[in-house]
């Protein structure tokens, strides 16, 4: 006898949602028209009116397109960063077999697979084994939508406002950026979503305690250093103020980033207090803020460390007091959100006079490095040996020696 399928109810409303939207775009010049073309109003001020209706509609309709369409970009990217997170640290290829259920190892349906949808759609659980699949996944891809969306609304439809120097292109929105091409700000904005597509997947192979793939940092140093190569306008502060030629200064201010942000991983690294069952072995924090200094300059990576690390040495001196260990990934994690609060607030810090900025000075260093002494000293105490307390191991009474007593064996 043959079971009756579930009707998917999900998969009609979200069909025949963009299947609607889908036709209101292609039938939108025909819409438009016929409203333009109507009886003449009576009143020049109505067909003012009328044509602000129109405005308004259609820019309604581009932000609806464009937010949904670049959402959808970051969550599919945020799906093939989970397959990275899970296969690279154990050794695996993340293109020779296609995704399939961790338990029963059934590959996954294309319909499935589509990133948060699918996982909602299943309910959460394999179609074959019926055994939960990790909320984890589908928390990954909107996150990856979000930052896509977040640094859409901030940098690119804001014309680069954000960024320190003023904006890069005196257009707003999609019609003026997005479907006119201001290449210089379209660039950044891709710039800066690709430093996420490593920074995230690091914060979580740290929080699973895997190593970093060194094949993740070849890729990220190729595409750190030879974008702003190719398009020097990649970096919208310098390192330091020069006459040098303008690649001259991007490489210049990828380099002292990177440095920079290494050294201050290396530092940490080296006095952090680490699990012997952690295979990261603490290279993450690192990789992620040499990463940071390469994309963003090392006023930004020397800023981002000064907020983050004194919470993380503050958390690492607390929890050795008690005997414990900090859970590696979770200030991974936040570094990963200060980096992105950063760039959305970037000309507005850069602008403070005690922060790090263009012109080298000592009081842009008077709060960060202070914030940055105090974190190596709380790391440092913190990972300092306890001393033993031999009071433990006396005893008031004699402890007499064991008995040994024969051992009869039976024949």
Same mark, same amino acid.
């Given at each position: ?33 016929l ?27 581009m ?20 397959v ?12 020779d077999?296609?995704?399939s ?35 984890r ?19 690119? +439809? ?15 929105g ?22 996420f ?53 991007? +490489? ?16 940490? #690294? ?50 050795? #007091?008690?005997?414990?260990?900090? #859970? ?5 994690? +936040? ?43 709380? +790391? ?32």
């Amino acid at each position: 006898m043959a079971v009756a399928r579930k009707p998917n109810q999900l998969r009609r409303v979200v069909g025949s949602a963009i299947l609607i939207f889908v036709l209101l775009l292609i039938a939108w010049p025909a819409i438009e028209f016929l409203v333009r073309s109507t009886a003449a109003p009576s009143r020049p001020s109505d067909a003012l009116e009328r044509l602000e209706r129109l405005a308004l509609l259609r820019n309604w309709m581009m932000n609806v397109f464009g937010y949904g369409w670049f959402f959808a970009v970051g969550a599919v990217i945020g799906s093939y960063l989970n397959v990275v997170v899970w296969r690279l640290p154990r050794g695996k290829s993340v293109v020779d077999k296609p995704s399939s259920c961790p338990f029963c190892c059934t590959n996954i349906r294309a319909l499935d697979n589509v990133p948060v949808l699918g996982w909602i759609n299943l309910g959460g659980k394999c179609r074959a084994c019926k055994l939960p699949i990790s909320s984890r996944y589908p928390i990954v891809e909107a996150t990856m939508g979000t930052i896509f969306v977040v640094l859409l609304i901030v940098e690119l +439809l804001a014309g680069g406002s954000n960024l320190p120097g003023g904006e890069l292109t005196s257009g707003r929105g999609f019609a003026e950026v997005v479907f006119e091409m201001r290449w210089p700000i379209i660039r950044l904005y891709a710039y800066h979503a690709a430093l996420f597509c490593w920074l995230l997947p690091w914060a979580l192979i740290a929080w699973d305690r895997q190593r970093v793939p060194r094949s993740t940092l070849l890729v990220g140093a190729l595409v750190g250093f030879g974008a702003p190569l190719i398009w020097p306008d990649l970096h919208p502060i310098a390192a330091f103020a020069s006459q040098a030629s303008p690649r001259m200064a991007e +490489l210049f201010a990828t380099l002292v980033g990177t440095a920079t942000g290494t050294l201050l991983g290396l530092a940490v #690294r080296w006095l952090e207090n680490r699990a012997e069952d952690d295979l990261s072995r603490g290279w993450a924090m690192p990789a992620m803020l040499g990463t940071i200094g390469m994309f963003l300059g090392w006023q930004a990576v020397v800023t981002i460390a000064a907020a983050v690390l004194p919470l993380y040495a503050a958390a690492d001196f607390i929890a050795a #007091r008690r005997g414990k260990l900090v #859970r590696r990934g979770l200030f991974e994690l +936040l570094l990963t959100g200060a980096t992105l609060l950063y760039i959305c607030c970037w000309g507005l810090l850069v602008g403070q006079v005690w922060l790090p900025g263009e012109a080298w000075s000592v009081v842009g260093l008077s709060v960060t490095a202070p914030l940055l002494l105090l974190s190596f000293v709380l +790391l440092s105490f913190a990972s300092r040996p306890q001393e033993v307390d031999w009071r433990r191991f006396q005893s008031q009474e004699a402890v007499s020696p064991p008995r040994c007593e024969p051992v009869e064996f039976i024949t």
